[in-house]
């Protein structure tokens, strides 16, 4: 089956994989899975929910996870500070090349070693 939508009013309902951008696919497909969650999937995990937001629409995203998160486990993957402060955890996942070998790095943080880690995201450098 389609999904045909109408983003605004008075427009003609049309294919949503044809019409929507990155970021109205983003909200819809949260709408969707938060309509679909329930105990029998006791964890979500949302690559990037956020792409191709940001503002007002990126908090509206963060207030629904967080709803979400409040009745079952939620994963977000973002590189949007904003959401990554609302996270009651925070682990940063990078990639290391040793040997020449790549690995994933996971590390949880916490404390100064969180705040250090989301003014990066900012873009700032961290005053010591």
């Known amino acids: 089956p389609r ?3 109408a983003p605004n009013p008075g427009q003609p309902f049309q294919p ?4 929507a951008s990155g970021g109205e696919l983003s909200r819809v ?3 969707i899975i938060g309509l679909m ?7 979500l995990i949302f690559d990037e929910v ?7 629409t990126l908090n509206k995203v963060a207030d629904r996870l967080r709803s979400l998160a409040s009745v079952q486990q939620v994963l977000v993957i ?3 500070p904003q959401l990554a402060a609302q996270g009651e955890t925070h682990f940063q996942v990078r990639k290391e090349v040793l040997d020449g070998a790549t690995f994933t790095r996971c590390t949880a943080l916490n404390g ?7 003014q990066r995201m900012t873009g700032g450098a961290w005053n010591t």
């Open 3 to 5: 999904l045909l939508w």
């Open 50 to 56: 956020d792409a191709g937001i940001g503002g007002m």
């Open 112 to 118: 100064t070693a969180r705040e250090e880690e989301l």
């Open 37 to 43: 969650a329930d105990a029998d999937n006791p964890t």
């Open 78 to 80: 973002t590189h949007w």
């Open 29 to 31: 497909l949260l709408a």
């Open 16 to 19: 949503l994989e044809e019409i």
